[in-house]
């Protein structure tokens, strides 16, 4: 991926990183650390999940030790489910370990739609969606344009992508990871499990969706 579109805005780039906190009045101490315009010292919390979605958890910390070593008072913030969303669709955070966008097909408008600004409340209140709070004409008329078309349209996959790029462009939130799994399964007691000659449902077990998974799992005769 990076050989094909090269690393992007999201590098780890500590002196770029320095050049623009400087240029909005940041400034660093004897030890290195940063302080805030005002002069008191930078410090961030990270909310990250503690006892589920193990990949984000790890990331919150990840990040922080990279910023800890930049030179911000970084630390990861374990919160339980309950309060890990609730602050996030209240906006009361300052950073987080979230994914407000996922897709598995050519059709991404079912993931991405909360993205639209339609959906923006005042932080305090429960968002109905676009938790991030982001507001972006361009990414809202993209979304229109796809709310009215079909899954199979040909306009799908190319709308699709200028949303992707107008995304990217406008830096609304950093993309860390894909997400790539080998579902493995054992078909000694069942079978008729999903595969991709029988694609009936996708293979994630540990979501929800096994609902529908179990309802078409046949006994080993």
Same mark, same amino acid.
């Given at each position: 991926?990076?050989?094909?579109?090269? /690393?992007?805005?999201?590098?780890?780039?500590? #002196?770029?990183?320095?050049?623009?906190?400087?240029?909005?009045?940041?400034?660093?101490? #004897?030890?290195?650390?940063?302080?805030?315009? #005002?002069? %008191?010292?930078?410090?961030?919390?990270?909310?990250?999940?503690?006892?589920?979605?193990?990949?984000?958890?790890?990331?919150?910390?990840? /990040?922080?030790?990279?910023?800890?070593?930049?030179? @911000?008072?970084?630390?990861?913030? %374990?919160?339980?489910?309950?309060?890990?969303?609730?602050?996030?669709?209240?906006?009361?955070?300052?950073?987080?370990?979230?994914?407000?966008?996922?897709?598995?097909?050519?059709?991404?408008?079912? &993931?991405?739609?909360?993205?639209?600004? $339609?959906?923006?409340?005042?932080?305090?209140?429960?968002?109905?969606?676009?938790?991030?709070?982001?507001?972006? #004409?361009?990414?809202?008329?993209?979304?229109?344009?796809?709310?009215?078309?079909?899954?199979?349209?040909?306009?799908? /996959?190319?709308?699709? $992508?200028?949303?992707?790029?107008?995304?990217?462009?406008?830096?609304?939130? @950093?993309?860390?990871?894909? %997400?790539? $799994?080998?579902?493995?399964?054992?078909?000694?007691?069942?079978?008729?499990?999903?595969?991709?000659?029988?694609?009936?449902?996708?293979?994630?077990?540990?979501?929800? &969706?096994? $609902?529908?998974?179990?309802? &078409?799992?046949?006994?080993?005769?």
């Amino acid at each position: 991926m990076i050989d094909l579109f090269g /690393v992007g805005w999201w590098k780890y780039d500590v #002196d770029q990183a320095a050049k623009l906190l400087e240029s909005v009045g940041f400034t660093r101490d #004897d030890g290195g650390n940063w302080l805030l315009p #005002d002069g %008191t010292p930078w410090t961030i919390a990270i909310n990250a999940p503690i006892d589920f979605e193990v990949e984000s958890g790890r990331l919150a910390f990840a /990040v922080a030790d990279s910023w800890s070593k930049f030179g @911000i008072d970084a630390a990861a913030n %374990t919160m339980t489910a309950g309060a890990f969303w609730n602050a996030q669709s209240t906006g009361e955070f300052e950073a987080g370990s979230y994914w407000p966008g996922c897709a598995i097909g050519p059709d991404i408008f079912p &993931n991405i739609r909360g993205w639209h600004q $339609k959906y923006i409340v005042p932080t305090g209140e429960l968002a109905p969606s676009n938790a991030n709070r982001h507001a972006s #004409d361009k990414i809202a008329a993209l979304l229109d344009q796809l709310e009215v078309i079909t899954s199979d349209d040909p306009q799908n /996959v190319e709308l699709s $992508k200028d949303l992707l790029m107008q995304m990217a462009e406008e830096m609304h939130w @950093i993309p860390m990871f894909g %997400t790539s $799994k080998f579902v493995p399964v054992d078909e000694y007691y069942f079978t008729n499990f999903p595969t991709a000659d029988n694609y009936y449902e996708g293979p994630w077990w540990w979501w929800s &969706n096994f $609902k529908y998974i179990v309802a &078409n799992i046949q006994p080993v005769q």
